[in-house]
């Protein structure tokens, strides 16, 4: 993995991305996003007795006890605050906790990730784009635009036709925010701002007709 230029800060918020090779679908099918969600949760914690494959190994007591005693006994390096897993690329904010953590992060997931998928599919080589891209968030109203910018994707993408369907896709952190089901992000980072649930719900649904418009213009562009 290259090396990054600028390094990351401790107690910042960053916007991190990477899309696959050729934009293949690589996370294409319920096994494969369920996969990497998985390995989110697993590596935001440091200095893990076990890789993720030698983990799910393991007994299913003896792997449950040790997942509890590490969320319990040992600080997440990561703090995940929202993620999105689209079908070729992926989009997290997230707080560095801890020195180079995202960096160690990053690498734990992409390599693990990779390993599994070239396994699957009998493949050899790189399967994202290099390193992962960074964007430091500055400012509080670019951290909430940055939420709805992910929560949106998969309906701007047209992964889903209806924005009912957004609030029921499986593969982003939206069902965290909307109270539908218990996660690993920290919610309360963005959550806080808001009355309740429905008008963060709201602050979504107020951008996504516009968010759509842009990301097809930016393919006309592209084409």
Request: positive net charge; aromatic residues 14%.
């Amino acid at each position: 993995m290259a090396r990054r230029n600028t390094p990351l800060v401790n107690g910042s918020f960053y916007h991190i991305y990477n899309r696959s090779i050729d934009l293949k679908p690589i996370f294409a099918g319920k096994p494969n996003l369920k996969r990497f969600i998985a390995l989110l949760d697993y590596y935001r914690f440091p200095d893990s007795l076990f890789s993720f494959s030698r983990l799910n190994g393991l007994p299913k007591d003896e792997r449950k006890n040790y997942l509890d005693k590490l969320s319990k006994n040992t600080p997440p390096s990561v703090e995940i605050v929202c993620f999105c897993i689209m079908p070729n690329h992926f989009h997290l904010l997230a707080k560095q906790r801890q020195s180079k953590g995202i960096s160690v992060f990053l690498g734990n997931i992409q390599n693990a990730y990779t390993r599994y998928h070239n396994l699957k599919h009998q493949r050899v080589g790189p399967l994202l784009q290099g390193t992962f891209k960074s964007v430091l968030i500055e400012t509080e109203e670019q951290l909430f635009h940055l939420s709805r910018y992910i929560h949106l994707n998969p309906y701007s993408g047209r992964i889903v036709e209806k924005i009912e369907k957004l609030f029921s896709y499986p593969y982003s952190s939206l069902p965290q925010y909307l109270g539908k089901e218990i996660g690993f992000c920290q919610t309360k980072t963005l959550l806080s701002h808001f009355k309740n649930k429905k008008e963060y719900r709201n602050f979504l649904i107020s951008y996504a007709k516009e968010q759509r418009a842009l990301q097809k213009i930016k393919h006309l562009l592209l084409e």
